[in-house]
Protein backbone atom coordinates (compact mmCIF):
# COMPACT_ATOMS: atom_id res chain seq x y z
CA UNK A 1 0.00 0.00 0.00
CA UNK A 2 1.23 3.71 -0.89
CA UNK A 3 1.68 6.05 1.57
CA UNK A 4 -1.26 8.08 0.41
CA UNK A 5 -2.77 5.25 0.04
CA UNK A 6 -2.32 4.42 4.08
CA UNK A 7 -3.10 7.62 4.99
CA UNK A 8 -6.59 7.76 2.58
CA UNK A 9 -7.29 4.56 4.49
CA UNK A 10 -6.06 5.69 8.26
CA UNK A 11 -8.29 8.75 7.32
CA UNK A 12 -11.54 6.62 6.60
CA UNK A 13 -11.24 4.78 9.65
CA UNK A 14 -10.90 8.01 11.94
CA UNK A 15 -14.29 9.16 10.48
CA UNK A 16 -16.12 5.66 10.49
CA UNK A 17 -14.52 4.31 13.74
CA UNK A 18 -14.27 7.70 15.62
CA UNK A 19 -11.68 7.82 19.12
CA UNK A 20 -12.25 6.46 22.09
CA UNK A 21 -10.06 7.31 24.68
CA UNK A 22 -11.89 4.94 27.17
CA UNK A 23 -12.70 1.38 26.76
CA UNK A 24 -16.37 0.76 25.52
CA UNK A 25 -18.70 -1.98 24.59
CA UNK A 26 -19.39 -2.15 20.41
CA UNK A 27 -22.38 -2.80 19.04
CA UNK A 28 -21.24 -6.81 19.34
CA UNK A 29 -20.41 -6.60 22.57
CA UNK A 30 -16.63 -6.26 21.74
CA UNK A 31 -14.79 -4.40 24.78
CA UNK A 32 -12.87 -1.43 22.15
CA UNK A 33 -10.65 1.38 22.67
CA UNK A 34 -8.68 4.01 20.68
CA UNK A 35 -9.79 3.81 17.10
CA UNK A 36 -11.85 1.06 16.89
CA UNK A 37 -8.76 -1.29 18.58
CA UNK A 38 -11.31 -4.99 19.57
CA UNK A 39 -9.21 -5.71 23.00
CA UNK A 40 -12.11 -8.49 23.71
CA UNK A 41 -10.03 -10.66 20.34
CA UNK A 42 -6.93 -8.77 19.62
CA UNK A 43 -5.80 -6.98 22.60
CA UNK A 44 -2.03 -5.11 22.57
CA UNK A 45 0.44 -6.25 21.65
CA UNK A 46 4.12 -6.35 23.53
CA UNK A 47 5.34 -3.54 21.56
CA UNK A 48 1.89 -1.32 22.24
CA UNK A 49 2.12 -2.13 26.13
CA UNK A 50 5.45 -1.24 26.40
CA UNK A 51 5.40 2.41 24.24
CA UNK A 52 1.87 2.82 26.84
CA UNK A 53 4.04 2.37 29.79
CA UNK A 54 6.91 4.60 28.22
CA UNK A 55 3.84 7.28 27.89
CA UNK A 56 2.46 6.44 31.37
CA UNK A 57 6.44 6.58 33.00
CA UNK A 58 6.46 10.75 31.06
CA UNK A 59 2.73 10.85 32.51
CA UNK A 60 3.32 10.03 36.31
CA UNK A 61 6.88 11.85 36.32
CA UNK A 62 5.13 14.81 35.06
CA UNK A 63 2.50 14.96 37.60
CA UNK A 64 4.89 14.11 40.06
CA UNK A 65 6.85 16.96 39.20
CA UNK A 66 3.78 19.31 39.53
CA UNK A 67 2.40 17.63 42.49
CA UNK A 68 5.95 17.74 44.28
CA UNK A 69 8.47 20.70 44.80
CA UNK A 70 11.01 18.06 45.46
CA UNK A 71 10.53 15.74 43.40
CA UNK A 72 13.37 16.67 41.00
CA UNK A 73 15.82 17.18 43.83
CA UNK A 74 15.54 13.30 44.49
CA UNK A 75 18.23 10.83 43.37
CA UNK A 76 16.87 8.46 40.69
CA UNK A 77 15.95 5.26 42.52
CA UNK A 78 13.99 7.33 45.08
CA UNK A 79 12.02 8.88 41.81
CA UNK A 80 11.27 5.49 40.36
CA UNK A 81 9.97 4.23 43.79
CA UNK A 82 7.17 6.71 43.62
CA UNK A 83 6.24 6.27 40.39
CA UNK A 84 6.18 2.77 40.71
CA UNK A 85 3.46 3.65 43.78
CA UNK A 86 1.61 5.53 41.56
CA UNK A 87 1.06 2.57 38.80
CA UNK A 88 -0.38 0.89 41.78
CA UNK A 89 -2.17 3.96 43.75
CA UNK A 90 -2.89 6.53 41.07
CA UNK A 91 -1.17 10.14 41.62
CA UNK A 92 -3.85 11.42 44.49
CA UNK A 93 -3.23 7.95 45.96
CA UNK A 94 0.45 8.52 46.59
CA UNK A 95 -0.54 12.19 47.63
CA UNK A 96 -2.22 10.74 50.25
CA UNK A 97 0.87 9.18 52.15
CA UNK A 98 1.32 12.43 54.03
CA UNK A 99 4.01 11.14 56.14
CA UNK A 100 6.00 9.54 53.91
CA UNK A 101 6.02 12.32 51.52
CA UNK A 102 6.95 14.80 54.52
CA UNK A 103 9.59 12.35 55.70
CA UNK A 104 10.95 12.74 51.72
CA UNK A 105 11.00 16.15 51.73
CA UNK A 106 13.76 16.61 54.72
CA UNK A 107 15.47 13.64 53.55
CA UNK A 108 14.80 11.05 56.06
CA UNK A 109 14.50 8.24 53.75
CA UNK A 110 14.72 5.54 56.67
CA UNK A 111 11.21 7.16 58.39
CA UNK A 112 9.67 7.22 54.57
CA UNK A 113 10.51 3.57 54.12
CA UNK A 114 8.84 2.77 57.84
CA UNK A 115 5.80 5.21 56.86
CA UNK A 116 5.22 2.64 53.59
CA UNK A 117 5.36 0.03 55.40
CA UNK A 118 2.87 1.23 58.06
CA UNK A 119 0.09 1.57 55.78
CA UNK A 120 -2.85 -0.25 54.55
CA UNK A 121 -1.47 -0.58 50.84
CA UNK A 122 2.00 -2.42 52.56
CA UNK A 123 -0.51 -5.09 53.31
CA UNK A 124 -2.24 -5.29 50.11
CA UNK A 125 1.15 -5.53 47.72
CA UNK A 126 3.20 -7.36 50.12
CA UNK A 127 6.27 -7.79 48.46
CA UNK A 128 6.23 -5.23 46.24
CA UNK A 129 6.30 -2.97 49.56
CA UNK A 130 9.04 -4.49 50.86
CA UNK A 131 10.73 -4.08 47.82
CA UNK A 132 9.91 -0.50 46.97
CA UNK A 133 10.71 0.44 51.01
CA UNK A 134 14.22 -1.06 50.74
CA UNK A 135 14.80 1.12 47.60
CA UNK A 136 13.25 3.81 49.32
CA UNK A 137 15.61 3.25 52.71
CA UNK A 138 19.06 2.41 50.86
CA UNK A 139 18.89 3.93 48.02
CA UNK A 140 19.58 1.00 45.95
CA UNK A 141 17.57 -1.17 43.36
Known amino acids: MTPESKKKLRDLLIGHESFEQFPYTDTTGHL ?25 I ?51 FKLAAIEMLDSKWAGQVKGRADQLASMMRDGEG
Not at 37 to 45: A, E, H, I, P, Q
Not at 86 to 103: E, I, K, P, S, Y
Open 58 to 108: IYFVNRLNHYLTFFDSLDDIRKIVLVDMCFNLGVHGLLAFDRMLDAMKDGN
Open 32 to 56: TIGIGRNLTDRGVSTSEALAMLDND
